[in-house]
């Protein structure tokens, strides 16, 4: 692969205790676990980065299919939820549900930009294979 952008961020800290901030400094964040996990809940955490960046990525990824198949995705939003937990084997994997909401398309438009969108998202392409991804059109 050709990068045409690089993104750096550094954790510090304790990790899920910590901080992370990106090289830029756009992005500058305590980091805490869930009071799920025992933490405080005070801070954001991996799983809640994880679900804005896919999120966003996936819109983009749903507008530019949307052009390509002349369904119309203005106003239309995407929700990531990323669940953790065990994976049975000592470690932690992930799960992730989006819900795609596209107000201007039939349910059938939506569904076909929702799975065209699913196969050009680096998100989508990086987690195929590796966690479970599930996706539904929701009106």
Do not use: W
């Not at 993104?7 to 304790?14: F, L």
């Not at 990790?15 to 676990?33: I, K």
């Amino acid at each position: 692969m050709e990068a045409i952008y690089t993104a750096i961020a550094h954790a510090s800290g304790g990790g899920r205790d910590g901080h992370v901030r990106s090289e830029d400094d756009r992005l500058d964040l305590d980091t805490r676990p869930p009071t799920e996990m025992g933490g405080t809940g005070d801070g954001t955490n991996p799983e809640q980065l994880f679900a804005a960046g896919y999120s966003a990525c996936f819109l983009s990824a749903l507008h530019v299919v949307g052009k390509r198949l002349g369904v119309d995705t203005t106003d239309a939003e995407v929700s990531a939820s990323v669940s953790i937990g065990s994976n049975g084997e000592g470690g932690f994997g992930l799960a992730v549900e989006l819900d795609v909401y596209i107000p201007k398309a039939s349910r059938e438009q939506a569904q076909e930009a929702a799975d065209a969108a699913h196969t050009v998202c680096p998100y989508s392409n990086a987690t195929r294979g590796n966690i479970d991804v599930t996706i539904s059109v929701v009106e």
